[in-house]
């Protein structure tokens, strides 16, 4: 099973770069390249939140989950 992150689709879908979504949600740029490379163990709601709110997009356009595990 794998939780697969696709911020990468959604950032860009809207034309941003991580800087600037960093910038917009008040974390640092290495935080969103853990979470662009699926290598995040986990994510607060309220940064779920921002992302959500900076992107307009729902959770599920960034999380999606799978049967498979990608490592498999």
């Known amino acids: 099973m794998a939780i697969i992150v696709n911020l990468d689709v959604m950032l860009a879908k809207r034309k ?9 949600i008040g974390i640092t740029t ?10 995040a163990k986990a994510i607060r709601f309220s940064t779920l939140e921002a992302i959500c ?4 997009c729902q ?4 999380l999606e989950y799978s ?6």
């Open 16 to 24: 941003l770069k991580s800087k600037d979504l960093a910038e917009r």
């Open 30 to 39: 290495a935080n969103i390249s853990i979470l662009r490379s699926g290598k």
């Open 53 to 56: 709110k900076a992107l307009d």
């Open 59 to 62: 959770p599920a356009d960034i």
């Open 67 to 72: 049967e498979s595990d990608i490592n498999d």
